[in-house]
């Protein structure tokens, strides 16, 4: 049997009662039980807890905390800065307006942001994070990731796994991390961060004068032999002859376009 399960609100003496020594709130805990069920915090600083099945977390007004359960849940944070974390499963989660931590966890998860700064993780599984206004920070984790910046000066970070990270617009950061990852700054100065650990990575929209590369490992632009395939420039590792990344339709690069 579904069930909707709500904050209750008659009992405000529970849910607001307040410690004698410390004189602190203690925040409303509601739990799915059995059931596809929909839980709702309401106003106040609520707790959410998923169950075993499909549920539906919405937190409404002020800093929620929800987390789910095994299922395939779905997350709104709402209003105030909330913390979402999926679990086992097929996530979608919300952040929705404030500044929010969205964790996917394990399964394949969508998360969303809204407006705010937010932090994504996708975690384990091929995530889509799609940021949303707000100078946002997504990381995809382990699995083959999509991160989406959206409007703001994001940072996108691939994590473990052969992702695809698109800037959007703003003056984005870029780090595939491990694996062959495909790099999309989108409007605006961005930032390309490369190392040679971390896989050969293809910058598909380098932008001359705006756009710069960023090395780590103590590399240096002396470190790199540029070789030119079609209309496209390879870097590699001068020392080791490992490919560091495949810029796009660029065919020369200086000391300018690096940081």
């Not at 691939?158 to 698109?166: T, Y």
């Not at 800037?167 to 605006?188: A, M, S």
């Not at 209309?231 to 590792?237: A, D, E, I």
Request: no cysteine; aromatic share 6%.
């Amino acid at each position: 049997m579904n069930r909707i399960i709500r904050q209750p609100q008659t009992i405000p003496h529970l849910l607001e009662r307040k410690s004698r020594r410390r004189n602190r709130k203690i925040k409303p805990l509601l739990l799915s039980g059995f059931g596809n069920n929909l839980l709702r915090g309401g106003n106040g600083n609520d707790r959410l807890i998923g169950g075993n099945n499909n549920d539906t977390l919405l937190g409404g007004l002020d800093d929620d905390a929800l987390l789910g359960g095994f299922g395939n849940d779905l997350f709104d944070g709402g209003n105030g800065n909330d913390a979402l974390g999926g679990n086992n499963g097929f996530d979608t989660l919300i952040g929705g307006n404030g500044d929010d931590t969205v964790r996917g966890n394990d399964g394949n998860d969508l998360l969303v942001g809204g407006n705010g700064n937010d932090l994504f993780d996708g975690g384990n599984g091929n995530d889509l994070l799609v940021g949303g206004f707000g100078n946002d920070l997504l990381v995809g984790g382990n699995g083959n990731d999509l991160l989406v910046g959206g409007f703001g000066n994001d940072f996108l970070r691939g994590g473990k796994g052969d992702d695809n990270l698109q800037g959007g617009d703003g003056n984005d950061r870029l780090r595939g991390g491990r694996g062959n990852d495909t790099l999309i700054g989108g409007k605006g100065s961005d930032l390309f961060l490369l190392a040679s650990r971390f896989g050969g990575d293809t910058i598909m929209d380098f932008q001359l004068g705006g756009d710069k590369i960023v090395l780590s490992d103590d590399l240096e632009f002396t470190d790199l032999t540029f070789v030119l395939n079609g209309r496209n420039t390879l870097l590699t590792v001068t020392a080791s002859g490992d490919l560091l990344a495949t810029v796009n339709n660029v065919i020369s690069l200086s000391s300018e376009n690096f940081l």
